[in-house]
């Protein structure tokens, strides 16, 4: 059984990127296929609105389309798709109006607190996953985003703060106060 979709599973990103920049389209195609999930998940979480996380989505594939020739392959294609999803989101934010909530620098000790459960959230059991996606959700943009990026991502708050365009101790603020909030939303449930 030898396929179109069984043979490019050996191809790397790279050299579908490529392909597809020179017009493609079944390169292209490989590269949706395999990327989609990814791209609606990150969008699925920084925008907690399924509808908005697919459309998009959608915008995404349709800017990586348009500079799948700036692709140099410095970095892993999945970390490049990654940051042009980020900023994809963030720049829809700031379409819409949506502000991070101003705070006070207040949260800058606060940093090193780390909630049980967040650091591996795929190992965590389905309920818990469940819940705290709700949670997240439910957080105000600005938290969310902050939280999202730093403890789901991984961003450093220095890369954040630039991403959003915030100070690292009103990246560092939003974090703690999202974590908080979390805390309450998921002992409410418990």
């Not at 959608?58 to 999945?78: A, D, H, M, P, Y």
């Not at 606060?110 to 965590?124: A, C, W």
């Not at 309920?127 to 991984?154: K, M, N, T």
């Amino acid at each position: 059984m030898v396929g179109a979709t069984t043979t490019n599973i050996a191809v790397p990103d790279f050299d579908l990127t490529q392909a597809a920049a020179s017009g493609d389209m079944a390169a292209f195609e490989t590269l949706y296929e395999r990327h989609y999930r990814r791209v609606y998940s990150l969008c699925l979480r920084m925008l907690a609105n399924a509808t908005e996380a697919e459309d998009l989505t959608q915008e995404v594939f349709v800017q990586l389309f348009r500079k799948l020739g700036s692709f140099r392959g410095e970095s892993q294609f999945t970390t490049w798709l990654h940051r042009l999803t980020v900023n994809q989101v963030l720049m829809h934010f700031r379409k819409k109006g949506v502000k991070l909530e101003k705070t006070t620098e207040e949260g800058d000790e606060l940093n090193d607190i780390v909630q049980t459960g967040t650091e591996r959230p795929s190992s965590m059991p389905v309920v818990d996953r469940i819940a705290l996606d709700d949670a997240i959700a439910q957080l105000p943009p600005g938290y969310r985003s902050v939280f999202v990026l730093h403890d789901v991502e991984g961003y450093e708050h220095e890369e954040i703060g630039k991403l959003l365009g915030c100070s690292v101790g009103t990246s560092k603020s939003q974090l703690h106060k999202a974590r908080m909030k979390l805390r309450m939303l998921l002992t409410k449930k418990a």
